[in-house]
T-cell receptor
């Protein structure tokens, strides 16, 4: 069974540009989460999808971040326009519905550098 | 609100020595507790978890953790460190179900030969 995959693994962009990160969850997982780790700080929750619906987006930092989940499958996280403080590692995680939903499986992360 | 405190951002142990990584949490309701590990250039991997039942939980690679409600702690231990254990370890908590996970700041473990 394939794990959670994320693309790209690294992205370097200039301030003001747009970047789109992609996450493919484990097949059949209804729950999809985005997290971010800024250098030297803790991993912080951004938002949670259940299928294609946003269940909790309380962690989204501002309206420069837009997350979508097409058809309840893969998800994208767009940052527009990017700022220096957006640099960090963006993790995606997924979990199944039902009793096992508490166990989140994480992807390898996308390292975003904004210069 | 839930929070997680990991004592020590860097811990060094000698190969073969006991590994002890400390984690305390704050939660108004019984939490689900996790330890994740991130090896260099890899993603987060679940090491072990506590949901309900037995308070001593065993994970992969010889690690275990004990949930102590009275101390609000979930410390991670391994009797004998291996060089391959060098990684960053994260304690985390959730309210269960499909809720978001709240992470500690991480502890980097160095194993000295």
């Amino acid at each position: 069974e394939a794990g959670v995959t994320q693309f790209p693994s690294h992205s370097v962009i200039e301030k003001g540009q747009t970047v789109t990160l992609r996450c493919d969850p484990i097949s059949g997982h209804d729950n999809l989460y985005w997290y971010r780790r800024v250098m030297g700080k803790e991993i912080k929750f951004l938002l949670h999808f259940v299928k294609e619906s946003k269940q909790d987006e309380s962690g989204m930092p501002n309206n420069r971040f837009l997350a979508e989940r097409t058809g309840g499958t893969y998800s994208t996280l767009k940052v527009q326009p990017a700022e220096l403080e957006d640099s960090g590692v963006y993790f995606c995680a997924s979990s199944q519905a039902g009793f096992g939903g508490y166990e989140q499986y994480f992807g390898p992360g996308t390292r975003l550098t904004v210069t | 609100a839930q929070s997680v405190t990991q004592l020590g951002s860097h811990v060094s142990v000698s190969e073969g020595a006991l590994v002890l990584l400390r984690c305390n949490y704050s939660s108004s309701v019984p939490p689900y507790l996790f330890w994740y590990v991130q090896y260099p250039n890899q993603g987060l991997q679940l090491l072990l978890k506590y949901t309900t039942g037995a308070t001593l939980v065993k994970g992969i690679n010889g690690f275990e953790a004990e949930f102590k409600k009275s101390e609000t702690s979930f410390h991670l231990t391994k009797p004998s460190a291996h060089m391959s254990d060098a990684a960053e370890y994260f304690c985390a908590v959730s309210f269960g179900g499909y809720q978001k996970v709240t992470f500690g700041t991480g502890t980097k473990l160095q194993v000295i030969p």
